[in-house]
């Protein structure tokens, strides 16, 4: 079974663009369109995501909130976590880390690099 990546994110041409990648690296790939979706979704899921990409700024939950909550959930305690975000000064990494993101990809991205930091978190996770 190929890993599956859950990808947040509320601009879908940002989330087709991760998701078009990950699937031609060979991911499996599920969608949310905001860190409450995030959780709708996973709370929803029988079979929950290797990893997470997350949008940092998004509507009703953004992805800084989304992962603490992941984080304190322990049936998510094995799911990998990647900020995806055009945010990126000093402050808003460290926000990130000590919500427990496990690594941090700044919009735009390289599409190898996004792929090659999803691969990295997964394998650290296993």
């Given at each position: ?13 940002i989330?087709f ?11 499996d ?6 860190g ?6 996973l ?54 880390a ?27 996770r296993?």
């Amino acid at each position: 079974m190929p890993p599956t990546v859950l990808v947040v994110d509320d601009t879908a041409s940002i989330r087709f663009l991760i998701r078009t990648n990950l699937e031609l690296a060979g991911f499996d790939v599920i969608e949310a369109a905001d860190g409450q979706d995030c959780l709708d979704v996973l709370a929803g899921l029988e079979t929950l995501p290797d990893v997470i990409t997350m949008d940092m700024m998004m509507p009703r939950m953004d992805g800084v909130t989304a992962i603490t909550r992941v984080r304190a959930n322990p049936r998510f305690a094995g799911v990998g976590l990647v900020m995806v975000s055009t945010q990126s000064q000093q402050i808003d990494l460290n926000r990130a880390a000590a919500a427990g993101v496990d690594e941090y990809v700044t919009k735009p991205f390289d599409p190898d690099t996004l792929v090659a930091t999803v691969r990295r978190v997964l394998e650290s996770r296993r």
